[in-house]
């Protein structure tokens, strides 16, 4: 489990070095306990976009968004709340840009979804 300075300093590192990420800002940090933060973390994207990361932790349990914004307004998301449990990667799903709900190759570790999510909106070539 990372406290949320680890955590924090994580997330801003892989925006910063991932090369696709003008200013990151931290938007908000709330620390409830050791065991208990949540944080929200907005990078200005080379595309115009941005992506907005929210987590929230509470010992070993993480909800988590990754919300792909443009001009302020959501165009994709990852999460994990648990209000889909139809599809096959509940809790962890995808809604892409037509509004619809698709599996997600998420797993709810910070250290992994973010990288993942960078080369989900950056594909190699």
């Avoid at 300093?9 to 990151?24: H, K, M, N, P, R």
């Avoid at 976009?49 to 929210?54: E, N, S, W, Y």
């Avoid at 909800?63 to 999460?79: A, C, E, I, K, T």
Wanted: charged share 15%.
């Amino acid at each position: 489990m990372n406290t949320l300075a680890v955590l924090l300093s994580q997330v801003v590192t892989v925006l910063q070095e991932s090369g696709y990420c003008g200013a990151v800002h931290v938007l908000e940090t709330h620390p409830f306990s050791g065991r208990q933060f949540a944080l929200k973390v907005r990078a200005e994207l080379i595309t115009g976009d941005a992506l907005q990361i929210r987590i929230y932790c509470n010992g070993d349990h993480v909800d988590y968004s990754y919300q792909l914004l443009n001009g302020g307004l959501p165009v994709q998301r990852w999460d994990n709340k648990e209000h889909f449990p139809e599809i096959a990667s509940h809790p962890h799903h995808f809604h892409n840009s037509a509004g619809e709900v698709e599996i997600s190759p998420l797993t709810g570790d910070p250290e992994h979804d973010l990288s993942l999510v960078m080369s989900l909106l950056f594909p190699p070539n």
